[in-house]
């Protein structure tokens, strides 16, 4: 019977191998399956030994395979989600219709919410229309990722038409909203929510001018030349308003409900803070601020 191991030739000490009683073919299939390692090094000696016709058949072979792979099945969901990161957010919800199994992971809340949340902080506003849709996380998912694609490839649910003669000064941007006055004799603001596309358009009493305006998350502010200061809480739709002297709106400024305004009287810096829900204004003075501060603040 003959034996696979090599054996020593006593004469030379060579070492000759005894091929077992099957084909060449297969004894050649067998010991490139089993090479642990560097089988690309094995392949490409083997290539450099072929013939055109061998070259050729090679080639029909290699053509009528393909050379995709299943990474949404073949891969751990870890993998996965790591590899859709790079793509559109769009683009899981188009391969959902690619097989069961896709779906299956592709739609999961372990591979979404990753996807889906890394625009998201739980800080953020709520998107119009969250809230119904708390129930449904998949259906959460689906309409986070409409608002992220329509972000990323220009295409808004809405847009707002800013005109181009506006007071870049007294123009605007806290959260949601955005207040925009017109430059050439203001007598109106345009106050509008980006998330909800509301509108408001607040003209003054008696056609009077605006000289300055400024927004906070409750209040969109302007004060006239009358030196009226009003207030248009745009939660509750109320307006309000107080009177100051005219040196007392240098500066303006309001945060929440608060509204505080700064200026120069008698070689004093006085600061005045209204309140709209109370509707009371303290003033206080600042005897420390020295000559220079006080001109710059002029």
């Known amino acids: ?58 080639k029909s072979q290699v053509d009528s395979k393909t050379l995709c792979r299943d990474i949404v099945g073949s891969l751990p969901l870890e993998l996965v989600t790591q590899i859709f990161s790079y793509l559109d957010v769009a683009t899981p919800f188009r391969l959902q219709r ?15 919410n990753p996807r889906v949340n890394s625009w998201c902080t739980p800080n953020d506003t709520p998107l119009n229309g969250e809230a119904a849709l708390q129930a449904d996380p998949y259906a959460l998912c689906t309409f986070r990722a409409q608002h992220q694609h329509r972000f990323a490839t220009a295409s808004p649910f809405g847009y707002l038409r800013i005109p181009r003669e506006i007071d870049i000064k007294n123009c605007w941007l806290c959260g949601d909203h955005i207040l925009c006055t017109p430059a050439n004799q203001p007598r109106h603001i345009d106050l509008q929510n980006l998330r909800t596309g509301k509108r408001w358009r607040i003209r003054t009493e008696g056609r009077a001018q605006i000289v300055k305006a400024v927004l906070s998350d409750q209040l969109a502010v302007y004060v006239t030349y009358h030196y009226v200061c009003y207030a248009f ?34 070689g004093k810096f006085h600061i005045s803070m209204w309140d709209f829900d109370t509707q009371e204004t303290k003033t206080f003075v600042l005897n420390s601020v020295e000559g220079h501060w006080a001109r710059t603040l002029q």
Do not use: Y
Not at 6 to 25: E, F, M, Q, Y
Not at 32 to 54: C, M, V, W, Y
Not at 98 to 112: A, E, G, I, M, Q
Not at 239 to 245: A, D
């Open 98 to 112: 690619v097989s069961k199994h896709w779906n299956r992971v592709l739609t999961s809340p372990d591979f979404l």
């Open 233 to 266: 809480n745009f939660i509750t739709n109320e307006t309000r308003s107080f009177r100051l002297p005219k040196a007392m709106f240098d500066r303006l400024v309001c945060r929440d409900s608060l509204v505080a305004c700064s200026g120069v009287v008698q």
């Open 1 to 58: 019977m003959p034996s696979n191991n090599p054996l020593p030739d006593l004469k030379t000490g060579n070492v000759s191998i005894t091929i077992p009683s099957r084909s060449l073919a297969e004894f050649v299939v067998e010991a490139f399956t089993n090479i642990p390692s560097r089988r690309i090094s094995a392949l490409e000696g083997i290539l450099n030994k072929l013939t055109i016709d061998e070259w050729r058949f090679l």
